[in-house]
């Protein structure tokens, strides 16, 4: 068995050998988003689980990974299948690292591309969907610089697709600059709503083929 094998990933791609459709959930945690946001968010993640669990075949190919970053940046949840998910509880405080998470979350995305192609599982093309109520605070400007760098080549190469959703006074104009697609902003703290969006998008592209350009449903609960 060669080295880059892991006796865990073989024994998991060969229990489920369905494509995956890996998606990352990069969440701020930092202090602004305590009380009502952080709550609602967290609500919305057990929707996610919920909606996701309703399609037979998108809980075996979707999979849920969970980065939050404040004035850390920590993998709450590594990949998993849908139907393993376990929605976990955020605590929000601290700065906002935005850059780092960045980074991490397309780290994370990368290692999971390399353990589908050595188990030769297919693969859609990942999302990140980046959720936060402010702008990069507490890090260097050229960490958020070589994020927003490292971002757009991951785009340009169709290697991600990185949606950024900005909650309450988030700033989208600083956003936009870090992003390629132009960040959506939450009505209110419709979490719930977004959250069967994204589980609705995700089940699409679930059932489309590995290459497929899929129509999403439009985002009711977002506004440009």
Known sequence: MPET??????????????????????????GSMNGAPIDALNAGLHT?????????????????????????????????????????????????????????????????????????????????????DGEPQGESDNVVEAAAQRLQQEEESQRVAFFAVGVEDANLTRLSQIVVRTPLKLKGLNFQEMFIWLSASMQRVSQSQTNEQVPLPPPGWGAI
């Not at 459709?21 to 701020?28: A, G, K, R």
């Not at 004035?71 to 376990?86: C, I």
């Open 5 to 30: 094998l892991r006796l865990e990933d073989v024994i998991e791609f060969a229990e489920n050998p369905e494509p995956r459709c890996p998606c990352v959930l990069l969440l701020d945690a930092s």
């Open 48 to 132: 996610f689980k919920e909606e996701l669990n309703r399609d037979d075949i998108a809980k075996k190919r979707v999979e849920v990974a969970i980065v939050s970053f404040n004035s850390e940046v920590e993998v709450v949840q590594d990949f998993v299948t849908a139907d393993q998910f376990d929605p976990p509880t955020l605590v929000a405080g601290g700065l906002t690292h935005m850059g780092s998470g960045i980074h991490k979350a397309l780290d994370l995305v990368q290692d999971r591309k390399a353990q589908y192609r050595n188990n030769g599982v297919a693969y859609y093309r990942p999302w990140v969907f980046l959720i936060t």
